[in-house]
């Protein structure tokens, strides 16, 4: 109940939060858009009444009632239709700015790299259009039940027997609220096998698996097994639908022997001269429609209790990201060093990935002295990146220590530590904007300086990549937008480069195979461009630490370190490691045979 409870504050919370006037007029609307019908039957028995008993007063007052709800009542579903369409924009608006914010604002990467986290994330993004307006459910169901509470009285006014008419609704309620939990644990169950679906389909239409697509010829094998995916799919839908279906016909049979009962009532009562004409009248108005009326009443709660899901589901989200930032926030904060003095030291370091019980690093013991260029080499699999993960705060030791000098970084808030870094990734974002956007972004502040966004793209070898763009630096990249220009992926690589030059005195400078789609000689320039800069920079005690598969490149590094099987099997510079003819020098000489 308590989160039941939390869940329909949130929903409200959200509603007001976007729009306070409209969510107030949505409620008023709803409710004088739902209250017209039964007040319209009212005025219809005062007509008939009038009109049987030759009272045209009452007739003629009867006829004004009825015309005037009437047109109240389409003024209502006017007024009502325009202001729910303006609060669900606003409140689209006010949810995917929160939900952009709340979902970046998370520290680490445990939600995009966990499957359960994924399929959660995934529900949370496919009831966008249930959250777009949480409040419309309630706003229903409160006019709702304010509509089915006014016919029981009007029923009840009539004869109190009348009033049992609305239980004979009951099996209808019971069977949509069947139906709506069948629903729901159906689309919870299919949420995996969707997003595989959705994959199958990607594969087969989009440009990044087009050429493997075309030439072992997949369109079949992937079309077919997402074609089997969807008969299964949908034969549980169908199931579903089949038994809801049969639900709901056994809930009207049992209405309609209740609403002919009571037309039997009233007519009998009409007859002994215990009801007017008009009491006949109304009770065949209102009760054909008790049971739609509580059909959309269960709608109402239904439509209520799925909206209520997709927001606890927001709320899963919105504790996890709170949760997630209490883990990593440091209860006494110290800031980041302007400079490091010594180094980054890595003491007994194990980790491993939530979810999985294999430690993907065991005890390592590292020293990354100030200034200096460290690269990083092992096979796959050997722990590199995860290496690369912890120095940047992506995820936490589950063992030991990272020290800044003498200070813990856990001590240091991450968006602080953030700051203080710069990186380029392998699997770089291609960033559809202005070419001096996807380059700026790397310091924001700076990002309308073209001499900050040259000098950038200079240090990560890409100068001459705005003078063969059509409109230089203010070229639109993408051919998703109006006249923008698709880049070859090394020139998206080189614009991922440059983001990660743009701060100009980082104290680690974080590369992990950022060129691989570069050649080896182009690489190996580059690197060498990254290692002189930070020599050049050892005053400012900046690391640089290179991740790559080619050892002609890493070899210029002033430290290599040879990971393992989670843990650091050799460190030295090349030539020692050479002489020592370990793994790096057998490494080294298989990939040296590899280009003659």
Known sequence: ??????????????????????????????????????????????????????????????????????????????????????????????????????????????????????????????????????????????????QNASILAMLFAVDPLLAMLPLFGIPTLLARFRNEKAQTDLRERQTGPGRVRRHLFGLVTSAAAAKEVRIFGLTGVLAGRRRLLTRQLEGDRRATARRGHLLNLAGSLVFAAGYLAALLLV????????????????????????????????????????????????????????????????????????????????????????????????????????????????????????????????????????????????????????????????????????AREAVGVGD??????????????????????PGALPRGLDTQLGRDFKDGVDLSHGQWQKLALGRAMMRPTPLLLVLDEPTASLDAPTEHALFERFAGAARAGAAQSAITVLVSHRFSTVRMADRILVVDGGRIAEAGDHAALMRAGGLYAELYQLQARGYR
């Open 1 to 146: 109940m308590k989160e039941v409870l939390r869940g329909l504050r949130l929903m409200l919370a959200i509603s007001l939060g976007a729009d306070a006037a409209r969510t107030v007029a949505a409620l008023v609307t709803a409710s004088g858009q739902t209250l017209a019908f039964p007040f319209r039957a009212l005025a219809l028995k005062s007509l008939v009444d009038g009109a049987a008993a030759h009272d045209g007063r009452r007739a003629l007052i009867g006829a004004g009632a009825l015309a005037a709800v009437s047109l109240m009542g389409r003024l209502m579903t006017w007024a009502s239709f325009n202001v729910r369409m303006r609060l669900r924009e606003n409140t689209q608006l006010h949810l995917d700015t929160h939900l952009m914010a709340l979902t970046a604002g998370i520290p680490g990467l445990e939600h995009h790299e966990r499957p359960d986290y994924l399929d959660k994330v995934e529900l949370v993004r496919s009831e966008r259009e249930s959250l777009a307006n949480p409040f419309n459910p309630i706003s229903w169901t409160v006019a709702a039940v304010a």
């Open 267 to 434: 007519v009998h009562l009409a007859a002994g001269g215990r009801a007017s004409l008009g009491a006949v009248v109304l009770v065949m108005a209102l009760g054909a429609q008790v049971n739609g009326q509580v059909e959309v009443l269960a709608d109402q709660i239904a439509w209520t209790v799925r909206t209520h899901r997709a927001v606890v589901r927001f709320l899963w989200l919105t504790d996890y990201a709170r949760d997630r930032a209490a883990a990593v926030t440091p209860t006494r904060p110290v800031a980041a060093p302007a400079r490091l003095e010594r180094g980054i030291t890595l003491r007994d370091v194990s980790f491993t990935y939530p979810g999985t019980e294999r430690p993907v690093l065991k005890s390592v013991d590292l020293f990354l002295p100030a200034g200096s260029t460290v690269a990083i080499v092992g096979s796959n699999g050997a722990g590199k990146t995860t290496l690369v993960k912890l120095l940047c705060r992506f995820y936490e030791p589950t063992g030991g220590a990272i020290l800044l000098d003498d200070l813990a970084l856990r001590d240091v808030p991450v968006a602080e530590w953030r700051a203080r870094i710069a990186s380029g990734f392998q699997d770089f974002a291609r960033l559809s904007l202005l």
């Open 444 to 465: 924001a502040a700076r990002i309308d300086t073209d001499a900050d966004l040259l000098g950038a793209l200079e240090r990560a070898g890409a100068a001459e990549l």
